[in-house]
């Protein structure tokens, strides 16, 4: 009499090996920091995928992949014709159509900045970048294989439907117009009433919060002269506001409402409270006078790239705690050889203008000392007559960064 074989292992192995798919299955979850979400319909997988080179990263991370993400980033080189920082704004010609296409596929745009072309292929092929933004003769993307043959990408596809002569023309004529906007400095003494000691009507103020800042009072009042020539109403081309030329993202991080920044004492406590903060990355530098050098240049021109013009100093051989050392690398700063260094971390700087800025205030402070009484006060001036622009009312005084004296 033949036993009919239990049903007990074979539904055991059954068992196990529902154990082993739900395993391999439930590896998927939820991305880790980094990934992107996407799915291109043209390349269904199983693995959400994730731009980059490394473990997980997509072959196939495409438009869709970059919409879902909802950042595209762009790689290029610094320079005044492609990309770079100004007063904490991004600006340069690549950067601007990267920026406008990058609104018209409806994600926002993140810049790299590299050394080399050769770098940035690199990078591209790695998929550590989504599209090069250079004149090579165009935009270069990534392309994907299929059916062992490459084929271009459907980010390529919507550069080319997007970029046409008319829209470079167009964003080179937005930049035009920007730079043309220049506005005449209103020439206003030094000092309010030299024979009283009496530099300006904010004296009073420049006394209240110089502590903050941790500098001589007049300094700060030098400072500002040379931000707006003591106009509580000042706007810069690049959107600096009030007395002490506030970017407005910079007050509104300092506590500023967005209605009080040409207010002469919300303006000019802000500042310190920003001094305050930027003298912080020059501990370092131990001699008083060094450090507020350096701590303007970082004011005016931003504190990585005086941090850059420290670090190529250093590499000559040169004393990076010494203004008087560092300050030829801020104009250096300005020619390819030098903001093209692998080391150099910001790229491109108009470093004419934060060398005169220092240079200017030093002087004007050292005449302030010489001449303000320390209980001397002013009267407060009406402000500076302002002229339409964008059918805005913006003052006539011009600010430092659009004025660099004669020599």
């Not at 046409?164 to 937005?174: E, G, I, P, T, Y």
């Not at 400095?185 to 502590?211: C, E, N, T, W």
């Not at 004011?299 to 040169?318: E, S």
């Not at 030829?328 to 260094?341: A, K, N, Q």
Request: hydrophobic residues 35%.
């Amino acid at each position: 009499m033949k036993i009919a074989p239990s049903p007990l292992p074979l539904l055991g192995s059954a068992f196990i090996i529902l154990l082993i798919l739900a395993a391999c299955t439930g590896k998927q979850g939820t991305p880790q920091k980094g990934e992107r979400k996407g799915g291109n319909p043209l390349f269904t997988k199983e693995v959400l995928p994730q731009r980059g080179s490394g473990e997980g990263a997509s072959l196939y991370y495409d438009l869709h992949e970059i919409q879902s993400s909802g950042i595209i980033i762009a790689g290029t080189l610094s320079g005044p014709d492609t990309y770079y920082e100004y007063h904490g704004k991004e600006v340069g010609l690549q950067f601007e159509l990267a920026e406008a296409f990058a609104q018209s596929i409806g994600v926002k745009l993140q810049m790299e900045i590299s050394p080399d072309t050769a770098t940035l292929l690199k990078k591209l092929e790695q998929g550590d970048i989504d599209f090069i933004a250079l004149e090579m003769p165009t935009w270069r993307t990534r392309k994907f294989p299929q059916n062992g043959e490459e084929r271009a990408s459907l980010l390529n596809e919507a550069i080319t439907d997007w970029w046409s002569l008319d829209r470079v023309a167009q964003v080179k004529a937005d930049i035009e117009r920007r730079s043309s906007y220049v506005v005449h400095r209103k020439v206003r003494p030094l000092m309010q009433d030299a024979a009283h000691g009496i530099i300006s009507a904010y004296d009073d103020l420049f006394r209240r919060y110089s502590s903050t800042a941790g500098w001589d009072w007049r300094l700060l009042a030098a400072q500002c002269y040379q931000e707006s020539g003591f106009d509580p109403g000042a706007v810069s081309s690049m959107g600096a506001q009030g007395l002490m030329q506030l970017m407005p993202a910079t007050a509104e991080a300092l506590g500023v409402p967005k209605d009080k920044c040409f207010d002469p004492e919300q303006n000019i406590s802000a500042a310190a409270r920003y001094i305050k903060k930027v003298n912080q990355y020059f501990t370092d530098i131990k001699d008083a006078e060094q450090r507020i050098q350096f701590t303007l240049a970082a004011y005016n021109g931003g504190v990585g790239h005086v941090q850059d013009a420290q670090m190529l100093a250093r590499k000559a051989g040169r004393d990076h705690l010494c203004w008087q050392e560092v300050a030829p690398y801020i104009l250096l700063l300005s020619e390819p050889r030098y903001y093209r260094d692998p080391d150099v971390r910001h790229g491109y700087m108009r470093g004419t203008e934060t060398e005169a800025y220092v240079r200017l205030i030093m002087e004007r402070w050292e005449q302030y000392r010489g001449s303000a009484r320390s209980f001397a006060s002013g009267s407060v001036p009406a402000p500076a007559k302002r002229s339409l622009q964008d059918g805005e009312y913006k003052s006539q005084v011009k600010p430092a960064e659009e004025w660099v004296p004669e020599e």
